[in-house]
């Protein structure tokens, strides 16, 4: 295969594979024939996939989760897909978790006095100043 045939395959490879929202920045997940993946080619079918935790412009965080593919590097080679699914949905339920208990918090309880005040006060404002 020619050099240009594998970057034009690589190019399209990373359009595919855009970085996925994760935690306080993004999770990258690359496959192709300059990563550590499995296979290591261009085919776009992919077993394990080379992941990287970015936080802001360029900078790199651990995922505690992936500590067992960690080389000391910024990125975890070679990590099978079926683990970084079960990252995200164990992430999508913690998030679920919080959303419920958001819920809870404001729709669950009956008003305080310091909200009932602060009630009163708009309401008497909005009385004299209109």
């Given at each position: 295969?020619?050099?240009?045939?594998?970057?034009?395959?690589?190019?399209?490879?990373?359009?595919?594979?855009?970085?996925?929202?994760?935690?306080?920045?993004?999770?990258?997940?690359?496959?192709?024939?300059?990563?550590?993946?499995?296979?290591?080619?261009?085919?776009?079918?992919?077993?394990?996939?080379?992941?990287?935790?970015?936080?802001?412009?360029?900078?790199?965080r651990k995922?505690?989760?992936?500590?067992?593919?960690?080389?000391?590097?910024?990125?975890?080679?070679?990590?099978?897909?079926?683990?970084?699914?079960?990252?995200?949905?164990?992430?999508?339920?913690?998030?679920?978790?919080?959303?419920?208990?958001?819920?809870?918090?404001?729709?669950n309880k009956?008003?305080?006095?310091?909200?009932?005040?602060?009630?009163?006060?708009?309401?008497?404002?909005?009385?004299?100043?209109?």
């Amino acid at each position: 295969m020619s050099v240009y045939k594998e970057a034009c395959e690589i190019d399209a490879l990373r359009t595919r594979q855009k970085n996925i929202p994760f935690r306080d920045g993004v999770l990258s997940m690359k496959g192709n024939s300059g990563v550590y993946s499995t296979p290591m080619d261009n085919s776009g079918i992919y077993t394990h996939v080379e992941v990287a935790y970015l936080v802001g412009k360029g900078k790199f965080r651990k995922i505690d989760e992936l500590k067992k593919y960690d080389i000391g590097d910024d990125t975890y080679p070679q990590v099978p897909l079926k683990d970084i699914l079960m990252i995200l949905k164990t992430q999508m339920l913690s998030d679920v978790h919080d959303y419920i208990e958001t819920i809870k918090e404001r729709y669950n309880k009956p008003l305080t006095e310091t909200e009932l005040e602060i009630g009163e006060y708009y309401e008497a404002f909005r009385n004299t100043s209109g």
